[in-house]
């Protein structure tokens, strides 16, 4: 069979694209077809590891599951992680390429769209339908050309669209409408139908809605999809999505919400847990003093998230929680900040120097230009419970505290460290939290409880999140617009 291919673009940022491709390709899995999820560039500081050894964005990762395929660093192939408001670090075909501005990376893009269309080529070579995503909007004229993401990267692929708004943001119509009239004729005549998300109450008070869009575009409507509920189970992109269940339980973990905060995903099994309170502590804010565990996460630049951390006086109210008898856990850079000195001689953060970091375990992280990109796997040290997860950072650890390193890797090497007492630890691994065993024991240790199958949970929602969207998009129509890949 050739390949077919669809894509899925929004009205703006942030219109549960990635969520419909999601249960797009859970469903069209479930029809027994051989489904990829592809997005041309992504731009997040939430990376996944794949197994053959590289970064792609976690939404993509999320997307391979639900088509219940390994993720690979083909689905994303440019993935851009922000380090300064003017300034990312790029991902090319999981690796790292080259940290640019964004002037530098405009002159970039002709190589990159290469690497972006070989990519593609090589998935639709196994696949029997590949989803794809688009980022941000195609009525985004002033950055069409050389666009890697959106119509550019549609019209190099030749591959029909689909848009769809957010009628939750309000102005639906206009946003559908407003789109076909910013886009030449050419980018307007790629889009293939229409479909509108994430709508609350009676549809069919929608109807005379739908009925205007596709008068006014002479674009066919595909589907009006109603707010997913369980939403909320899935792993967040963003971090502003992440939140805790609708039953806020009493152990309360408290997450300073860094400028460069980096896969989180640590939180999502944590956030999942009925019993557990947690809540993203925003700048200007102060870290709650009911806290059971301050949780430090990771960041794309730790000593420019440690100026921010002290600069809110976090610093002050970690060290509070601390004489309080609190916990604290720091994970890849909330690892390093909680050292007592972080060196960068050379100066691969930007300055070259050494800083004193929060003190609260005796270790020093170095910064080196090697990045560890792996997978990992190993076992609790206290329970010899097995927990796995990924590794993605710069720099290595070294300190007396690490003789109590919490963890022992499947190649022997220990991994972590922790205060004399154990209320104050640290360790590179992200992903130990989504293992049920090592999380219940963890929670128990602190005071909490556990009661959620999170991997489970992960799978079950997917299933729902497919039969939610096949009730509500047409997939016969969707499947016959999806174009042959070239």
């Keep these: 069979m050739t390949a077919r291919a669809i894509m899925i673009q929004g009205t703006g940022s942030n219109v549960g694209k990635s969520m419909l491709v999601a249960g797009l390709a859970r469903a069209f899995a479930d029809r027994g077809l051989r489904v990829r999820p592809f997005k041309p560039q992504n731009m997040s500081n939430n990376a996944a590891v794949t197994e053959d050894g590289g970064e792609i964005g976690r939404a993509q990762a999320l997307q391979a599951r639900a088509a ?51 990519s593609f080529a ?33 019209e190099a692929a030749d591959i029909p669209v689909i848009l769809v708004g957010d009628i939750d943001r309000g102005g639906v119509i206009a946003q559908i409408v407003g789109t076909q009239a910013v886009l030449s004729d050419g980018d307007a005549a790629r889009i293939k139908g229409f479909a509108v998300n994430r709508f609350r109450g009676d549809p069919s008070l929608f109807d005379a809605g739908m009925d205007e869009i596709a008068k006014r ?16 189970r899935l792993p967040a992109e963003d971090v502003m999505d992440l939140t805790s269940g609708p039953s806020a339980g009493t152990f309360k973990i408290a997450v300073p919400r860094l400028n460069r905060i980096a896969n989180f995903d640590d939180l999502d099994p944590l956030s999942a847990e009925p019993g557990v309170t947690l809540r993203i502590v925003e700048a200007g804010q102060p870290l709650p003093g009911d806290a059971d565990l301050v949780l430090i996460p990771g960041t794309k630049a730790t000593i420019a998230d440690l100026d921010h951390l002290r600069a809110q006086g976090w610093d002050i109210d970690i060290a509070a929680h601390v004489r309080r008898g609190g916990h604290v856990m720091g994970l890849c850079g909330g690892y390093q900040i909680l050292g007592k ?16 970091g929060l003190g609260l375990l005796d270790v020093e992280t170095v910064m080196q230009p090697a990045k560890q990109v792996r997978i ?25 505290d690490c003789d109590r390193a919490f963890l022992r890797l499947s190649d022997g090497r220990n991994e972590g460290a922790a205060s004399p007492d154990g209320r104050v630890r640290g360790c590179y691994i992200h992903g130990l939290y989504a293992s049920d065993a090592f999380r219940a024991a963890d929670l128990a240790r602190m005071g909490g409880v556990s009661g959620v199958d999170y991997e489970g949970g992960v799978e079950a929602t997917l299933d729902k999140l497919a039969a939610h969207v096949s009730r509500h998009l047409d997939l016969d129509r969707i499947w016959e617009l999806a174009g042959p890949v070239r």
């Design 68 to 118: 219940r395929v390994p993720p690979r660093i083909d689905m994303n192939p440019v993935l851009l992680k922000p380090e300064t408001d003017t300034g990312a670090q790029v991902i090319l075909q999981g690796q790292r390429y080259a940290t640019l501005s964004a002037r530098d990376y405009a002159r970039e893009k002709p190589r990159l769209m290469g690497a972006i269309l070989e």
């Design 376 to 400: 990992s796997a190993a076992l609790h040290r206290d329970s010899g419970l097995a927990v796995s997860g990924y590794e993605i950072h710069l720099g290595y650890t070294r300190g007396t």
């Design 341 to 356: 000195w972080i060196s960068d001689p050379q100066g691969i953060e930007g300055r070259v120097g050494r800083w004193p």
């Design 122 to 154: 090589r998935l639709a070579a196994e696949a029997d339908l590949v989803v794809i995503e688009g980022a941000g909007s195609p009525a985004e004229i002033n950055l069409r050309a050389g666009d890697l993401a959106n119509m550019g990267f549609a």
């Design 217 to 232: 575009t002479g674009w066919p409507a595909l589907g009006l999809v109603p707010w997913f509920d369980d939403a909320w």
